[in-house]
């Protein structure tokens, strides 16, 4: 069973930045997709970055040109960095792997594994 940490929450002012890191531990299988997800109070987990193996991201709109997703494949870590924070980025954050298996001619999901979250107030 994996085992998946985040860090670097914390209260910021508006219009500050935060860096986010989340590093997976004890996957039996290789992770092929890393993110990070955001849930405000009354509303659903929402998909704030994602990035794959290939290095491919995706961002949901609301941060695109402000928030950042890498990684260290080696190290299994996934990072966020967010810019030019508003209130309505205040969340709990997520980290998400996505493990999975070569057959030989594709990947096979082979697990999906949350951490506990991190939380990101923003004051105004």
């Known amino acids: 069973q994996a085992h998946v940490v985040e860090s670097g929450g914390g209260l910021v002012q508006a219009g500050g930045s935060l860096r986010l890191s989340c590093v997976v531990s004890g996957a039996p299988y290789s992770i092929v997709t890393m993110g990070w997800y955001r849930q405000a109070p009354g509303k659903q987990r929402d998909l704030v970055a994602t990035i794959t193996h290939g290095d491919s991201t995706d961002y949901a709109d609301a941060v695109k040109g402000r928030f950042e997703i890498s990684r260290d494949s080696a190290k299994n870590t996934v990072y966020l960095q967010m810019n030019s924070l508003t209130l309505e980025d205040a969340a709990v954050y997520y980290c998400?792997?996505?493990?999975?298996?070569?057959?030989?001619?594709?990947?096979?999901?082979?697990?999906?594994?949350w951490g506990q979250g991190t939380q990101v107030t923003v004051s105004s």
């Open positions: 998400n792997a996505k493990a999975a298996v070569w057959t030989g001619d594709r990947w096979l999901g082979a697990g999906d594994y």
